[in-house]
T-cell receptor, first 115, second 113 residues
């Protein structure tokens, strides 16, 4: 089954304790992206990757890191989480970045709480 | 800059009522336009899309037409069902550079039996 998986689905942590949220897709998609969803703000892009070893900042990259060493995986790293990073996080993938590849496939979400 | 504005929710309708959720956008160039739906506890999934002016996207009884002259992409359905209760997101994708997707704030729809 074609899918985007994220782990963990729920995470409660404390300020400053490094964490990684994993994202994996099995569709051989080139383009992957991380979003955070906050009430009243919709989804805001954190980082995206157009292919292996090619990443760039989205609209709200501060406090986050990413890497793309393999095509299928795109982990999100919070080196020193803070309470304002409490949010619902979604990973998404897309076949390619060109105009003909518009549809994104979303993971189920990771709810992160930083105390 | 590029942005998407959706009508605020929640929208509450009775079953079989007509639905309209307004969406307008600001963008440089010629974006692609999308409606995504998010059911409780799930990720977003594509509902419909349109890639150029006057295109009509349709799926599961929902429709939206890409109106370049009014920069709008309103979502409509003639007869809603309880199972349509969800959050609906309008989005645009910039087709140059980083091919970013920009989402509206979302509109929550409740359909009562």
């Amino acid at each position: 089954e074609a899918q985007v998986t994220q782990n963990p689905r729920y995470l409660i942590t404390v300020t400053g304790k490094k964490l990684t949220v994993t994202c994996s897709q099995n569709m051989n998609h080139e383009y992957m992206s991380w979003y955070r969803q906050d009430p009243g703000l919709g989804l805001r892009q954190i980082y995206y990757s157009m292919n292996v070893e090619v990443t760039d900042k989205g609209d709200v990259p501060e406090g986050y890191k990413v890497s793309r060493k393999e095509k299928r995986n795109f982990p999100l790293i919070l080196e020193s989480p803070s309470p304002n990073q409490t949010s619902l996080y979604f990973c998404a993938s897309q076949l390619g970045a060109g105009q003909g590849f518009g549809e994104q496939y979303f993971g189920p979400g990771t709810r992160l709480t930083v105390t | 800059g590029n942005s998407v504005t959706q009508m605020e929710g929640p929208v509450t309708l009775s079953e079989e009522a007509f639905l309209t959720i307004n969406c307008t956008y600001t963008a440089t160039g010629y974006p692609s336009l999308f409606w995504y739906v998010q059911y409780p506890g799930e990720g977003l999934q594509l509902l419909l899309k349109a890639t150029k002016a006057d295109d009509k996207g349709s799926n599961k009884g929902f429709e939206a037409t890409y109106r370049k002259e009014t920069t709008s992409f309103h979502l409509e359905k003639g007869s809603v069902q309880v199972s349509d209760s969800a959050v609906y997101f309008c989005a645009l994708r910039i087709n140059t550079g980083g091919f970013k997707t920009i989402f509206g704030a979302g509109t929550r729809l409740f359909v009562k039996a």
